[in-house]
């Protein structure tokens, strides 16, 4: 009997080995089958390769944020996390089976390993560090050992500008393969870029300039270790090493070897090397000896966790999750980030009381399993899951449309840098995981379209951008005309303010901020800046003079949805709609200050000190015309001749922005004397039974003006009197003060206390008309609560059972404002009325 024949079969050996090309012929020689790859670019790539042979309607992909399962297929190709363990197929392969012994996704690994079997025929493909692994966990599997095709040998360390032709460079962060493709780009003319994050269709696109011959070079991550096919005859590493997750570390000979040996492909012999030759960044001659002759440390162990799930609770699965192996070889798995999701939100009671059920319990742990593509963090991600969970454990057990829709349309922009964009297809491979759950939406087939439409766009747009800053396809006109002659070229500012060069956009200038234009290449940036500038200080100047000499009006502070985009820390000035400086805090609220921005502060002092002093100006004006309380708080405060008590009362008013609840000064009210509390009056502050206030700070231009200066994010809606309790804006700072599910207006609160003196008698039971409530939109209980806050107690009802109240006295620092001659309720009619 043939080796291959046997039921199972582990095929070890290095890179270009034929090892993935043999299982898929000896998958397509059976009447169904499946291959298990570490990546999803792997498994679309062999996709790809079966379709030719037998067709499209036979075969399928099935990965996280892709699922094509044709209705007669038979022929599956995955990534190892996505493979059906229910699906029975004749033939069954797991690729690079050594990633068992990989923290984060070994445990995957080592379970197909155990577990995942072919009817007839089971092909195990890994490295010669296998070998102790198989024979101690799957001792009946016949090993076979497949020779490297080529040799793969050291060639020294070469800088980027000496790579040969051909030649992989491979980096370890995005920000690497990102600084090496541009300099790339610069001394070799262009490079093509591959990375585990990008889509197939990107990955594609590039691999395909590369092997076309469009570019010379390539860089990438060390996901083209894993079987991704491409002609490169060396392989380059820019460091030796990486961030696993936990720390920085030094790659493992075995991962150095699993990337140098993408070099050469077949017959032709491959070469390896770094871009030093001394230092952390070179080859030693041991690693050097071990990756040229295939000799590496063999495995001891792989990471393992219990496929056997307990799904009766979620206490339960955590327990079978962290049951510990029972075999020498084995050793549990690090927490992966499905466990640390689930444990946060097993936390939760009410996703215990939702999982009770062993179909309960598996939708969460199938709402863990949703991958963090993005990166965000256990805490963003785990609150994405919970709302995932919450959905589908209530209801219908469906996703709302709406939502899907709405994050789904957020990412459906092709605009924005490499980086954006990449982002942007990492957030949509999350949505395409969960389109491609059948029971979590109500058309899942619809979304999965409408994600991968959206990935498509993404990943063609991504591919145009790595292009347009990886691959320079034509020498700039600029360039070849003057060559380093900044000063020659002809610089033109549009209407819009569009700065060009020669037609040329290189950036805008907008107001006084000169903003370069995105895709401006970084090596051209200093000599168009260079040309640029010798245009742009006049312009500065002249629009310097603009702004020194403008009128009021066509100033202003930054609009209100500027300033509610989280947590406001200055507002801005505008001028012609950009904005030119900014408010800064001063001594208190009644002298902020001014702070141009740095391009004006870059400014000679000639065109400089005339912007600062219009713009002081300016802001004097606005804070006579709308805050004109401040500047008499603070003239009071800084009367030594005032006395003690107003002084204290009048600072601590302006501190809060001229709203104050009474019992924080109540000591120095009660010890104002006449004259004081005239003065007071005459500022414009109201000593009221519950606040101390000025009625004209409510106003909505004064209010704005105070929000800016106070540095308050959050608005409540303009004119509102009456606002639920936690509505935007429903606090004492805005001017409303909270009473139960209610905060009402802190002006309306003394007219209703006003109004309540009024209508007794000394502290005979009294009714108070309800009209005046029901016109304010008070609720009883908050009513309730103000009387009693106020200084009444409910008495019997009357006989017409209408609420009645009794006086029952204040404290003394909490007495009622001076009577108005004026009936109360119906001021504060005629006021609602208006």
């Not at 690994?109 to 089971?122: I, K, N």
């Not at 030093?276 to 001891?300: K, M, N, Q, S, W």
Request: charged share 25%; proline share 6%.
């Amino acid at each position: 009997m043939n080796a291959y024949d046997r039921p199972v079969t582990a095929v070890l050996g290095p890179t270009n080995t034929g090892k993935t090309h043999l299982a898929i012929e000896r998958m397509c020689g059976h009447s169904s089958g499946m291959i298990g790859f570490p990546l999803r670019l792997l498994a679309r790539e062999v996709y790809d390769r079966v379709v030719a042979i037998k067709g499209k309607d036979q075969v399928a992909l099935i990965t996280g944020e892709e699922r094509i399962v044709p209705l007669n297929a038979r022929w599956f190709l995955c990534t190892a996390e996505s493979m059906p363990a229910d699906r029975d197929v004749s033939f069954l392969a797991l690729d690079e089976a050594q990633l068992g012994a990989d923290p984060e996704r070994g445990h995957v690994f080592t379970d197909r390993l155990l577990r995942a079997r072919g009817r007839t025929e089971t092909m195990i493909l890994g490295s010669e560090t296998l070998r102790p692994m198989i024979r101690a966990l799957v001792p009946e599997a016949e090993i076979v050992e497949r020779p490297r095709f080529s040799t793969l040998s050291y060639a020294g360390a070469k800088k980027l500008s000496r790579l040969p032709k051909r030649s992989a460079i491979v980096a370890f962060s995005a920000e690497e393969v990102y600084a090496v493709a541009e300099m790339i780009r610069r001394l070799r003319g262009g490079a093509a870029v591959v990375m585990g994050a990008l889509s197939p269709r990107t990955r594609n696109a590039q691999v395909a300039m590369f092997q076309a011959g469009e570019v010379d070079y390539l860089v990438a991550t060390d996901a083209i270790g894993m079987g991704l096919n491409m002609d490169v005859s060396h392989v380059a590493f820019a460091s030796l090493s990486k961030f696993d997750g936990k720390r920085q570390r030094r790659l493992t000979v075995s991962e150095m070897a699993q990337i140098a040996g993408r070099a050469g492909r077949h017959q032709r012999d491959g070469t390896f090397g770094a871009l030093v030759e001394e230092g952390p960044g070179a080859f030693t001659p041991e690693e050097i000896y071990a990756i040229e002759e295939h000799r590496f440390p063999p495995l001891d162990f792989l990471y393992w966790r219990d496929g056997e799930l307990d799904l009766g609770s979620a206490e339960g699965l955590i327990a079978s999750l962290e049951t510990k192996p029972g075999h020498p070889a084995l050793r549990a798995a690090p927490p992966a980030v499905d466990l640390n999701v689930l444990k946060r939100l097993a936390e939760e009671d009410w996703v215990r009381d939702r999982a009770r059920s062993t179909g309960m319990v598996g939708r969460l742990w199938a709402a863990c399993g949703v991958p963090d593509f993005r990166k965000l963090g256990a805490d963003q991600h785990t609150r994405l899951v919970s709302r995932v969970f919450g959905h589908l454990s209530e209801g219908g057990g469906r996703i709302p449309a709406a939502w899907f829709a709405s994050e789904v349309a957020r990412l459906d922009d092709v605009n924005g840098d490499v980086e954006t964009i990449a982002g942007r297809i990492a957030g949509v491979r999350t949505w395409a995981y969960i389109a491609h759950r059948n029971d979590w939406l109500a058309d899942p087939a619809h979304w999965a379209a409408r994600t991968a439409q959206v990935e498509e766009r993404l990943s063609d747009a991504l591919h145009a951008s790595l292009t347009q800053r990886f691959v320079d396809k034509r020498t700039t006109v600029l360039l070849r005309q003057i060559g380093k002659d900044a000063g020659a070229l002809p610089v033109v500012i549009g209407d819009e303010g569009e700065v060009l060069v020669e037609d040329h956009p290189i950036g805008t200038l907008r107001g006084f901020t000169f903003a370069v234009a995105a895709d401006a290449r970084a090596a051209d940036k200093r000599l168009l800046l260079a040309a640029a500038e010798k245009r742009l200080g006049a312009e500065l100047a002249r629009r310097a003079g603009e702004l020194a000499g403008a009128e009021d009006g066509v100033l202003s502070v930054a609009a209100r949805d500027t300033l509610r985009r989280g947590s406001v820390e200055y507002a801005e000035v505008v001028w012609r709609g950009f904005p030119v400086a900014h408010i800064a805090p001063g001594s208190n609220l009644a002298q902020p200050r001014v702070v141009v921005d740095r391009a004006i502060a870059a400014l000679d002092p000639a065109a400089r000190k005339p912007v600062q002093a219009r713009l002081d100006a300016w802001l004097a004006t606005q804070m006579a015309r709308h805050l004109p309380v401040f500047e008499k708080l603070d003239a009071v405060l800084r009367d030594a001749g005032a006395g003690g008590p107003l002084r204290a009362v009048a600072g601590a008013l302006l501190e809060a922005g001229g709203v104050l609840p009474r019992r924080a000064v109540g000591a120095q009210v009660e010890a104002l004397d006449g004259p004081a509390r005239k003065r007071l009056a005459k500022i414009g502050v109201t000593i009221g039974t519950l606040d101390l206030f000025a009625p004209a700070l409510l106003k909505p231009a004064a209010a704005e003006w105070r929000r800016v200066l106070m540095r308050l994010d959050e608005f409540p809606r303009e004119g509102a009197t009456v606002l639920p309790r936690g509505a935007t804006g429903a606090e004492l700072a805005h001017g409303f003060r909270p009473l139960g599910q209610q905060a009402v207006r802190v002006d309306l609160v003394e007219r209703i206390a006003r109004a309540g003196h009024d209508a007794r008698k000394g502290r005979a039971p009294f009714a108070p008309d309800p009209a005046l409530a029901t016109s304010i939109g008070l609720h009883p209980e908050t009513l309730a609560r103000l009387m009693a806050q106020l200084g009444f107690r409910a008495a019997k009802p009357d006989a017409e059972g209408k609420p009645r109240w009794m006086w029952r006295g204040l404290t003394p620092n909490a007495k009622p404002a001076a009577p108005r001659k004026d009936n109360a309720f119906a001021a504060l009619a005629g006021m609602l009325r208006e």
